[in-house]
Structure formats: structure tokens, C-alpha cells
């Protein structure tokens, strides 16, 4: 049998000229997008660019002020994501929105339990064997009765996604699905996914991650600045078109693999760690990142990385070993005695231990200089002033200075953040997990920043899963491991040397 080609294929989802403004800003502009049956088409678009409002828009979170949404040639316009599941579209998103507290069964059938007839009580032997049934169709055997808590991430995606088979979804729409799952845990979801194409569904899948687009995808919609870009068939939109495409500019360039690097070994220690430790956090390390230089962290989720950023930041106190900064031996009893001493960190969670959703973009820039220097210390002209300079620098999209930052999109959120130390001219950065969530066009800018400012002499440690990124920006790899330090590899050393120094080969 000769296959279907996917544009052959019916559509079964079809956005005509969806339009939403929220205030000033007009986040989506006239967008068009047809989904067909048995095909991924996965969505992409810088931060700010309309993908996340316009998945709102078909999930029934945010009602469209113009345009209209068909569901098998059917006119929908769900106002609840209860009423968008019920007319067919099942949505996974990045922090699965189940209920961890739930049991697997429940979870799958929370909303929709099926009841006995004469008691209308719920049928808990009915729950259990379908969910056991829902589970087996994605090749899962899972305990139903255990929390879905005490299951990974991964394995509540997979939960999730077995919830949109039981409401029988034609559309399946995937919101960062792989930005919390290892290299396995990847491949099965992909494996998953295939399953689900060749059964008919149609899937949206929305990435920041340019090899996961080419390796699952059969076209691609391109969204900028709230507007459709174009369509494109995977095969004829290569990865620099299609960053060409989601960008419209060329992308700074970045110091790195793609040029010749020019460590400062004679630079003094910007910070320099001995033994440094935590009873049941972290054993004793020894660290050095020195001016100038961007010091590579690598190694799994939970191997000590997030808990040696928090000792050099004091927000965790040290119970062993030493700590000097620029020479000088400190005890950091505080985040505040690190922020005076010139240190700074961008931390991985930026909702909920970064940004401040309510304050300004121009509030949250010149907060850590204000904290240094005292309320009075600043005119507002003089806060203006370096918030326009941050904002052009890094290429915050906002409406103005003076939008909450709550309003901005992931990656402008994470520029902001940035933007709050960087004002501070710190003696070292510390910057854990910067570029997780973020586009392509976004981690290149801010990236180009980060290198800029070490090139003048600004210390960086750079915390980061990917290896890809360390290999890349860094002058030295250090790697952890069951939370000790692993070793160091000098800068241009290959994958494959600093992931097997993670698994200990």
C-alpha cells in the first residue's frame, strides 16, 4: 500500500483567524493551523512568539476576541479545558496538571467515574480494570492504586496521556512534554507518541528542543511576534531555515565550540572553594571559577549541583571547608552577605524563587541593586535608565518597562531575571539551569550576553544538564557525581567524554 502523504490526510482540527489581545499587547494575530489525522505537527516560535495563548485558545482557557475553531468540520468554542476534552482535545502539559495525590485510577478517571445503577455509587472495580486497560494501550503496567505522586515525571505524562485516550481525544496537544525527562524517558515517550499517529490521532507538539522537532514531526507551523510565519513540511524546512523562520534576524553569535577559546589561566580566583560541604547534601568539594572564565556543572538530577550553587549563595550555610572570595576568607550566613560580596544567582525554579510576578520589569531589574545599595540609593530616572539598557541588551519583549513581569513569556522572564544581576556587575554569576525552557533565539541572546560579560572579566558558573552546552560555552567542565565532584575536563572536550566521567566510566 502506498502511504498517505500527510497534507493527503483529513484535517481534524482547523483554527481559522484566531485573534486575543490582553490589554495593550495583542498576543495573537489572525492565526491559521490545521492538524490532520495520523500526523505530529509540532509548533514553534521564539518565547512571546503565541504558543502558549494559542494552545489556551483551543483548550478552552482563554475564549479568541475573533476567529473560530472546527473539530471534524464541526464549529467548537470550548470556555472551560473540561469542555475542550469533552469535544475531543486532550492536552499534556509540561507540569502535569493531574492530582499526585490521587491514585493512578483516579486520576484517569476523575470527572467521568463510572457509576452502579441502582446506588449511583462510583464502580471502583470498573475504575481499576480500565484504567489497567487504558495503561496496557500505551504498554504500561502500573500498580492503579498507588499515588500518582510517587511515580516520575515521565510515567504521569504517560498517565496523562492514557486520561486523553479514555476521554477518546482526536487531538492530542503535547506543551513542552520533554523539558523534565532523561534521554530514555524521551524515547519513550516518542515511542508512545508513534504508537498513537499510527492509530489516527492528531498530535501538536510543542518544544524548544530543534533535534526532537526532526526526529518525531511531519510538518511544522512557525509563529512570530502573535503571527502565523508559515506551514512547512519537515523535509523542506531545515534546522537554520527554521530558526531563520522563528527569529526573522540572524542570532548573535555565541563564543564557544564555534570559536577559538581563550581561557584566562592566569586570571585570580573570583571565588575559590576547599572542602566545602553539607552533612545529607553535599560531601566535601573543592572549586575554583576564576575572573573572566565560565566554569562548567554538569552531571544527573540530583547529583549535587543545585546544592553546591545554594552553599556558594549562602542560602543553605556551610557545615564544613572553607570559602574565600577574591582572596579573602567568608562565612556566608546569608543570601544578602553574598549579594555585598558580589555574587549573584539566577536559580533554576524562576516562578517560584526568582521573578516577582506582581512587581514591573523595571521593579524586578533593579531589585538586587537596590537591595545592595538601599532603598534611597536610586533615582527613578536612574532605575529607567538601566532597565532600557537591559532590556535592549538582552531583547526582553514587553510592552514597556513597566509591564508585570507575570505577563511575560517563559524565556523573557528568565531574561529578566538575568537582567537583575547583570545590573550588579557581580565578580561571579552563578546560573543554574538558565536555558531550560527557553527557545533557541532566546538562550543564543542570552547566552551572547553571559559571554560578553565574562570576556570583560566576569566569573560565570554554569549549571546545566545538557552537555551539549557545556561542551560548547565553557572553559572547564567540572562534574558531579552522587554529590561529590566527579572530576574536571578541560573546554573542547567531546560529549561523550564528560557523559562518561557522569556515569563514572
Known amino acids: ?11 481534524v482540527l482547523q483554527a481559522r483567524g484566531l485573534g486575543k489581545r490582553f490589554g495593550a499587547t495583542l ?8 492538524l490532520r489525522a495520523g500526523e505530529v505537527h509540532a509548533l514553534m516560535g521564539q518565547n512571546g512568539a503565541g504558543k502558549s495563548t494559542l494552545i489556551k485558545l483551543l483548550t478552552g482557557v482563554e475564549r479568541p476576541d475573533r476567529g473560530s475553531v472546527e473539530l471534524d468540520g464541526r464549529v467548537i468554542a470550548p470556555s472551560t479545558p473540561m469542555e475542550a476534552q469533552r469535544d475531543g482535545i486532550g492536552t499534556v502539559y509540561q507540569e502535569v496538571n493531574l492530582c499526585p495525590n490521587l491514585s493512578v485510577a483516579e486520576n484517569l478517571y476523575a470527572g467521568r467515574y463510572p457509576r452502579r445503577r441502582r446506588l449511583r455509587m462510583i464502580d471502583w472495580r470498573q475504575v481499576r480494570d480500565g484504567a489497567r486497560s487504558l ?25 496523562a496521556i492514557a486520561r486523553a485516550l479514555g476521554v477518546s481525544a482526536r487531538v492530542l496537544i ?9 534521554e530514555g524517558e524521551v524515547r519513550e515517550l516518542f515511542r508512545v507518541i508513534a504508537q498513537l499517529r499510527e492509530r489516527g490521532m492528531a498530535i501538536l507538539f510543542v518544544t524548544h528542543f530543534l533535534d526532537q522537532v526532526y526526529a518525531v514531526s511531519d510538518r511544522i507551523t512557525v509563529l512570530r511576534d ?7 513540511a519537515v523535509a523542506d524546512l531545515p534546522p537554520a531555515a527554521l530558526v531563520n523562520a522563528m527569529v526573522g534576524r540572524d542570532l548573535p553569535t555565541v563564543a564557544g565550540a564555534d570559536a577559538e577559546r581563550a581561557p584566562p589561566p592566569d586570571a585570580p580566583p573570583a571565588i575559590d572553594a ?17 575572573r573572566g572564565e565560565m566554569l562548567g556543572l554538569g552531571g544527573l538530577l540530583g547529583s549535587g549541583r543545585t546544592e553546591l550553587a545554594r552553599l556558594l549563595f549562602g542560602l543553605d550555610r556551610a557545615e564544613r571547608g572553607e570559602l574565600r572570595i577574591g582572596g579573602e576568607r567568608v562565612e556566608l550566613k546569608h543570601p544578602a552577605d553574598a549579594v555585598v560580596r558580589g555574587l549573584a544567582l539566577c536559580p533554576e525554579e524562576r516562578k517560584t524563587d526568582g521573578i516577582v510576578a506582581e512587581l514591573s520589569v523595571r ?3 533593579v531589585l538586587a541593586l537596590q537591595a545592595r545599595q538601599g532603598w534611597r540609593g536610586m533615582s527613578r530616572a536612574r532605575q529607567d535608565e538601566l532597565a532600557r539598557q537591559l532590556v535592549q541588551a538582552l531583547g526582553i519583549k514587553a510592552a514597556d518597562i513597566e509591564t508585570p513581569v507575570g505577563l511575560l513569556s517563559g524565556g523573557n522572564q528568565q531574561k529578566v531575571m538575568l537582567a537583575r544581576w547583570l545590573v550588579t556587575e557581580p565578580r561571579l554569576l552563578i546560573l543554574d539551569e538558565p536555558t531550560r525552557g527557553i527557545d533557541v533565539a532566546a538562550k543564543q541572546e542570552l547566552m551572547a550576553e553571559v559571554t ?14 545538557e552537555t551539549g552546552e557545556l561542551t560548547r560555552w565553557c572553559d572547564r567542565i567540572a562534574v558531579m557525581r552522587e554529590r561529590r565532584k566527579a572530576g574536571e575536563l578541560p573546554g573542547g572536550s567531546t560529549e561523550a567524554r564528560v557523559l562518561a566521567m557522569i556515569a563514572g566510566d
Not at 502573535?226 to 512547512?232: F, I, K, S
Open 27 to 34: 498576543a495573537l494575530d489572525g492565526v491559521d493551523l490545521a
Open 135 to 159: 495503561l496496557r494501550q500505551l504498554h504500561l503496567e502500573l500498580d492503579v492504586d498507588a499515588p500518582l505522586g510517587s511515580y516520575p515525571v515521565a510515567i504521569r505524562q504517560m498517565v
Open 1 to 11: 500500500m502506498t502511504p498517505v502523504s500527510p497534507a493527503a490526510r483529513p484535517v
Open 452 to 465: 560578553r560579560r565574562a570576556h570583560a572579566g566576569m566569573a560565570v558558573l554554569f549549571i546545566s544538564a
Open 363 to 365: 521593579e524586578n531589574i
Open 174 to 182: 503535547l506543551d513542552e512534554p520533554t523539558s523534565s525527562l532523561d
Open 226 to 232: 502573535g503571527c502565523r510565519v508559515g506551514e512547512y
Open 274 to 290: 576547599q572542602g566545602l560541604g553539607c552533612r545529607g547534601k553535599l560531601h566535601p568539594v573543592d572549586l575554583q571559577v576564576r
